[in-house]
């Protein structure tokens, strides 16, 4: 069972490694692809956050965001596969901050097919943090616990 279970971590994690080894060869000096991607998005995610809550997010650089993202997809995956909760807990963060913001379907009008591929994207994201979750609960519940047995003392009358 413990080695199906690692080929089972090895798959799961594929997803965020590959996609973090990606990003790390396309990083340059301006973060690559991924920060001319996610950009327009946080621009948005911004605008919304301020708009709704009246405070204003800090001013991050775009590549920097990148680079926090592969480097939790990067450790967290690596992590995982040798069956961390640390790792786990990397990247539901990730996932957590970055779904929303990446496959912001909520921002587009139902007809459009871009709405349709963003919603799939978002909910796989989502079908992902579940799995993670479900990880983590069956780590915490099946952990290694021994319980040891105490001695019953037996007292002596008499």
């Given at each position: 069972?413990?080695?199906?279970?690692?080929?089972?971590?090895?798959?799961?994690?594929?997803?965020?490694?590959?996609?973090?080894?990606?990003?790390?060869?396309?990083?340059?000096?301006?973060?690559?692809?991924?920060?001319?991607?996610?950009?327009?998005?946080?621009?948005?995610?911004?605008?919304?956050?301020?708009?709704?809550?009246?405070?204003?997010?800090?001013?991050?650089?775009?590549?920097?965001?990148?680079?926090?993202?592969?480097?939790?997809?990067?450790?967290?995956?690596?992590?995982?596969?040798?069956?961390?909760?640390?790792?786990?807990?990397?990247?539901?963060?990730?996932?957590?901050?970055?779904?929303?913001?990446?496959?912001?379907?909520?921002?587009?009008?139902?007809?459009?097919p871009q709405c349709v591929q963003l919603f799939v994207k978002f909910t796989q994201s989502l079908a992902l943090f579940g799995a993670l979750l479900f990880f983590l609960g069956m780590k915490n519940s099946v952990g290694p616990?021994?319980?040891?047995?105490?001695?019953?003392?037996?007292?002596?009358?008499?």
């Amino acid at each position: 069972m413990g080695f199906i279970s690692f080929v089972g971590r090895v798959l799961f994690v594929s997803v965020f490694i590959v996609s973090a080894w990606q990003e790390f060869n396309e990083f340059g000096v301006d973060g690559g692809n991924a920060a001319k991607a996610f950009e327009p998005k946080y621009s948005i995610f911004t605008k919304h956050v301020t708009t709704y809550t009246g405070k204003e997010l800090p001013n991050i650089e775009i590549k920097h965001i990148v680079a926090a993202a592969i480097a939790l997809k990067g450790i967290g995956g690596v992590l995982f596969i040798f069956g961390s909760s640390f790792g786990a807990y990397l990247l539901l963060i990730h996932l957590a901050i970055t779904t929303p913001i990446l496959f912001d379907f909520y921002n587009y009008d139902i007809e459009k097919p871009q709405c349709v591929q963003l919603f799939v994207k978002f909910t796989q994201s989502l079908a992902l943090f579940g799995a993670l979750l479900f990880f983590l609960g069956m780590k915490n519940s099946v952990g290694p616990r021994r319980q040891t047995k105490k001695k019953i003392t037996k007292t002596k009358t008499g």
